[in-house]
């Protein structure tokens, strides 16, 4: 895990570049800016920039990042990303995140998830409390690879906290730390799994992005393996298969001894390898009150490409 603190005069630096942004393009609208992000995060502290390169060369687990600028009049916490966006609400916050996540990858969506907005709300909403989504409070939210069921899950996920008065965890699983037995990593390593679609790519007639997948849990390189898996999403392929379905709940035994908590404070962003990471969050009692925990969320990925090749179009957004 590695952690970098913005100076005093890096945030300056960022708050004058979200002024020239949000003057450049108008009326804000992140999925018109994303094309241009890379470009204008090229303007982003040198400092801020290598720190970044290092991040994606090493391919650092966890990151986390504090001391970025938070908008002084921020709007109270929105119940839902429906009202987020509807009310326009975070958006210097989002250019900060947009930015710093186009030093790492590119950011692209999915057609299913929050009306395929690029930049998306997590926070509590009404009628959600249990989901398996972003909206989601009093449950906890599963240790889980985002995205596992598709071949173009995300290699970063990025989270911005804006506010989080509660101190509610972060929970991350880091695929080095698990200490698996050869015998139980064998298994893992076989195509011999059903990675289905989670609950927030699910639509009313229960069409997801794109099949879910038969394959391996843990893959690449045996020294210092990557790791697919969504424990409320992925099964045995064979329901006559009990060896695999007995590698999970293992699996699952040494992932809950190797977790660990990141508390994010305002102004703080945490970029989890997708490869290398599993995450989920703590639960809590949400008030609706404005002051619940708050944050901005983008997906990333190395290869933009990827993306072309599954939507067979030049589009950000997997349908």
Request: with cysteine; aromatic share 8%.
């Amino acid at each position: 895990m590695k952690r970098f603190a913005i100076e005093p005069g890096e945030r300056e630096q960022i708050e004058r570049l979200v002024d020239a942004v949000l003057e450049e393009y108008g009326q804000w609208d992140p999925g018109h800016f994303v094309a241009h992000a890379g470009a204008a995060a090229e303007s982003l502290p040198l400092r801020v920039r290598q720190f970044f390169r290092r991040v994606r060369a090493e391919e650092t687990d966890v990151t986390v990042v504090s001391g970025l600028p938070l908008d002084t009049a921020l709007a109270p916490t929105p119940t839902g990303w429906d009202m987020a966006q509807k009310h326009g609400v975070g958006h210097r916050e989002e250019v900060v995140l947009m930015l710093c996540g186009a030093a790492l990858g590119e950011p692209f969506a999915w057609a299913d998830q929050q009306n395929g907005r690029i930049m998306h709300d997590v926070c509590p909403a009404p009628g959600k409390e249990r989901s398996e989504t972003s909206g989601s409070s009093t449950a906890p939210l599963s240790l889980h690879t985002e995205d596992a069921f598709h071949r173009c899950r995300c290699d970063y996920v990025a989270l911005y906290c804006l506010r989080n008065p509660d101190r509610i965890g972060t929970t991350v699983v880091r695929a080095d730390q698990l200490g698996l037995p050869e015998r139980l990593a064998g298994t893992l390593a076989e195509k011999r799994f059903h990675h289905r679609p989670d609950q927030s790519h699910i639509g009313p007639q229960g069409h997801a992005s794109g099949a879910a997948e038969v394959d391996a849990i843990l893959f690449g390189p045996p020294e210092a393996p990557y790791l697919r898996i969504d424990f409320d999403d992925t099964c045995a392929a064979d329901e006559d298969d009990h060896e695999a379905a007995e590698a999970i709940a293992e699996l699952y035994t040494y992932a809950r001894a190797a977790q660990e908590k990141v508390v994010l404070a305002p102004g703080d962003a945490i970029f989890l390898d997708n490869y290398r990471v599993i995450h989920g969050r703590d639960p809590f009692q949400p008030r609706y009150d404005g002051t619940d925990r708050w944050l901005k969320r983008v997906n990333l990925i190395r290869d933009l490409r990827r993306v072309f090749v599954a939507t067979e179009a030049r589009s950000r957004v997997v349908v």
